[in-house]
């Protein structure tokens, strides 16, 4: 049944709406010209104009089509009529690669079309050459992209995400899609953001009695989550190692640069795992390979990152203004103190049992602490949290307020085939934040939301 | 500065909260016993009892752990005192390889433990060696991964889910997070969740004047992303080649078979593309490559599908309940003929204007048709859906409603550097539906939300 179904879709046909016969123009991507062409190759490329500039008898401009960080520079002779071409603008150019005297790949246009203008006096908002303030450009997010340094930290992103997909599956990992939304609120936190349809005429149609309205869709009332992490558990209890990867939500009321009320997180959870131990060093080598694949793939698009300066690990932290206080944990200012002192970061072990979630294990012989781990990185703070799981039923039920019935199915997970798991959260907008070095956690994202801000 | 960061967190250690050495016990997983091991190996394995059969001097356990399909047989004298186990217990086990007469290996235990008992008296729903309809496993959605057909099932999402970030990857794609909560509402549909924080209390402290109560904490209403389309096609503007992949959400009373609330869809956007046939063929190409990647890499999973008799290819759809109105375009009955009709999958192009988005691109020399195309699958009808975009500024203004503010920066990618662009939106759960017959949708995603269900 299954390889007929393929088969089918191997073979799947067009429906004969149009007469038009299949014509497919390629033009040529500007990664694939410096990667695989060579000078006196005829090629068309298409892009948006980064700069011009003006010589005798030719003009030069350099294009950029978002395949990588590099521009092509083009040459059209001042004779040809679409010269009179601004920043932004978006051209298809078709000629002869050529080496310049300095060895570097230019195309020689013998056509070259403007496709779609672009005009300051109209309102585009990025003179050429000008480099603006990150806040500036952030006014601007559907424009965003085409800044050279905010589609350099899209392809980062975007290699960082994948090369973590990449890991987690040549280790065995499945990745499991955990809901958004969720009737169980994970952390027992109260900033989380309700759910319910638009109209209000679809809630009176589908109300049942005993329901208020404003639960009448799912009969009950529905979160966005802030953790993957329970129904994540779930899933390990029948298939070891698991993953989910996605957005995940905040209702504080911060201007923080390190918080965002939407933002992704990695969430990772390991049956069979009873060590802290084992859990930091896989921590270690997740960030090890896929800081140093990226480090590698995309070293064009980092070097627009190095001349950031900001650095908080240089700021005087020496002494804390904050006292700290093992009820609230430590502060943003004591973990900066110990990432510096530490020489960059530094894994944090063993809580106090009564600042951590009620899943976390204790400790072996230590029933004030438990096995659990933040990892503090530079420029950020916590990055990375995670523990060893209660797999005791009793222990587990002991620690959930009597009455509490919405969590019975997590109860269950150790009822029935309980085995010592392990996981973690990785926040991965503070990664990326720490890893180069970005001051505000807004710049990391390509639609940030936060309080008071949801533009698009 | 990034080097060095980078340098760092390769040599990030742990704080010395603790005294205990780093000791990691390695056991084997089931997956590497048949692909790694051999013969006379001493192994450790951990998973979860599957069934046993008792016979003379020895039990026989089969166990699984989730990282393949395939059960491993443990064989345990009958003197040892932890034969005494039950289906669903998680067990370690350690002992020698061996081969069975029939050629397949097995483990000799000396040693095993059971690690989380599990009985049918305290309430686990499974016995061993019934086949249960998936309406009753699904009531059971924290313990469904634990069946061997479901997880089965996960296994394929993950896979299909992996090989199409791959295959984007291999064509140069970026993968673009576009944001869940969302100030415009891209089909202009009234099927949307609103999202409000939980705590009243926090509206209040946030409110700003001339803002209502619940519009507080984004000084707007938010609503549950519809589609990334429109956000991703800004992003197109500087990357040219974007898709996103992840969750989204439809307020509807439906207890259809084809139908969930939140759902998981992949969008891709291509700039410098105006036809349809090459959009086509790129949907072809991509559906194409991740099914042999996958009927290749999880045959032994999909072998858990190929039972399934139901195919409502089968079913008499020669004459229409339902009649076609050009108006509300095709029904599912439609769709379903058509598919039948052409003997499998197929793509219906060219679609009157007057039923389809505002974003959408007229056809060449006609104006009531816009390049759009549905593909359409066995068992499920629509699984594609995409078109040419609208680039000309003065047009697409033409068909945004006077006095609509909301959509101007959408209208800035055509004022400024405008370009040809295609998309598609792919329904991830309608695919998997049409590739293994499944006759629910609700079995297709690890935890479904529909009309009046939210469980977890």
Redesign the interface.
């Known amino acids: ?3 007929m ?2 088969n ?8 004969k ?2 007469d ?1 016969s ?4 390629e ?1 040529s ?1 500007i ?1 694939s010209i410096f990667q695989k062409h060579f000078p006196g190759d005829i090629v068309e490329i ?4 980064k700069s011009k500039r003006k010589m005798k008898e030719n003009v030069f401009i350099d294009v950029n ?3 990588c960080s590099k521009k092509l520079q083009i040459v059209v002779p001042q004779q040809n009529k679409n010269t009179d071409i601004t920043t ?3 051209i ?1 150019a078709t000629g002869k690669l050529n080496t310049t005297a300095s060895g570097q790949i230019e195309l020689q246009a013998t056509k070259i079309d403007i ?5 300051l006096n ?3 908002p990025f003179a050429p050459r000008k480099i603006y303030p990150s806040e500036y450009i952030r006014q601007y ?7 050279n340094k ?2 350099s930290l ?2 980062i ?2 290699a960082l ?2 090369e973590i ?1 990449n890991f987690l ?1 040549l280790n ?1 990992f ?11 609120d994970c952390e027992g936190a ?10 209000k005429q ?1 809630l009176k ?2 109300r ?1 009695s005993h329901v208020s309205l404003e639960e009448a ?8 989550s802030v953790s993957g992490q ?2 994540l558990e ?2 390990a ?5 698991v993953y989910t990867f ?2 995940t ?1 905040r ?1 504080e ?1 911060s201007k923080s640069k390190h918080h965002l ?2 933002f ?1 997180m990695l969430e990772v959870e390991m ?2 795992t009873d ?4 859990l ?2 896989f921590i ?1 080598r997740l ?2 390979t896929i ?2 694949e990226v ?1 590698n793939k995309c070293s064009e698009d ?1 070097a627009n ?2 001349s ?2 900001l ?1 908080v690990l240089e700021k005087n932290v020496d002494r804390f203004k904050s006292e700290y206080c093992a009820k609230e944990g430590l502060s943003k200012e004591h973990e900066m103190f ?1 990432v510096k002192h ?9 809580w106090p049992k009564q600042i951590k979630p009620f899943y976390m294990k204790e400790c072996v012989n230590d029933a004030i602490r438990v096995s659990a781990l933040d ?1 503090l ?3 950020v703070g916590e990055i990375v949290g995670g523990s060893l799981r209660e ?1 005791d039923y009793q222990k587990l039920k002991g620690r959930i307020p009597e009455g509490n019935t919405e969590l019975d ?2 109860l ?9 798991t392990a996981g973690f959260g990785l926040g991965f907008e503070r990664l990326i934040q ?4 970005i001051n505000n956690i807004r710049d990391t ?3 940030p ?1 936060w ?6």
């Open positions: 049944m299954m390889m179904l393929m089918k879709l191997l073979s799947s046909k067009i429906c709406y149009t038009r299949v014509f497919i123009v033009h991507t990664a298409k892009g948006w104009v089509d978002g395949s932004g603008a978006s298809a496709l779609g203008e672009c005009s109209k309102g585009y997010l559907h424009l965003r992209p085409r800044t905010f589609a899209l392809r992103r975007d995400n994948f997909h599956h065995g499945v990745n499991v899609h955990t809901p958004i939304l969720t009737s169980s109260g900033e989380v953001f309700v759910v319910t349809p638009n109209s679809l149609d589908m049942k869709y799912f009969n009950k009332k529905a979160y966005l329970l129904h779930a899933a209890h029948g298939l070891c190692r996605g957005p939500f209702a009321n009320s939407e992704y049956a069979f060590s802290i131990e084992e930091i060093s270690e960030i090890r800081s140093s480090l980092i990152f190095q950031t300066t650095d110990l530490c020489g960059g970061p530094v894994f944090v072990i063993n990892l990185g530079p420029n797999n199915w997590y269950d997970l150790r009822k029935f085939g309980s085995v010592p720490s890893m180069l070095s994202i390509p639609f939301r309080a008071h801000n949801c533009s698009m």
